[in-house]
């Protein structure tokens, strides 16, 4: 079984930022994929970035690309998102998610293993 944890939630006014960070533990961590996505009140969830096991690879939803940046750590077990420019309508509870998933490319759906969520709310 796979823990995922995340941190670095918080409230920011618009203009600001935040840096998410994900933690994975349980099992050997090789090859895994990780994501972060996110649930706004009364909205699905959407995948915001994601990243290969290598870091070699990522994807992003349009509506974050040149804000948000998702990296892995120096430890294969973490993922962080650093988001800049936060507008109120990123305010949402954001996972983090893993899955094992050996193509060197970002997962984009099916993964396994969620984190409980953190919170992040960005006021006008």
């Known amino acids: 079984q796979v823990q995922v944890v995340e941190s670095g939630g918080g409230l920011v006014q618009a203009g600001g930022s935040l840096r998410l960070s994900c933690a994975a533990s349980?099992?050997?961590?090789?090859?895994?994929?990780m994501g972060w996505f996110r649930q706004a009140p009364g909205k699905g969830r959407e995948l915001l970035a994601a990243?290969?096991?290598?870091?070699?690879?990522?994807y992003y939803l349009d509506s974050v690309k040149g804000r948000f940046t998702i990296s892995r750590g120096n430890a294969r077990n973490t993922v962080y998102l650093q988001m800049n420019d936060l507008k109120p309508e990123d305010t949402a509870v954001y996972y983090c998610a893993a899955d094992r998933w050996e193509p060197d490319t970002a997962l984009l759906e099916g993964y396994d293993y969620w984190g409980q969520g953190t919170q992040v709310t960005v006021s006008s």
């Open positions: 990243v290969s096991w290598s870091g070699g690879s990522t």
């Open positions: 349980g099992r050997t961590f090789v090859n895994y994929a």
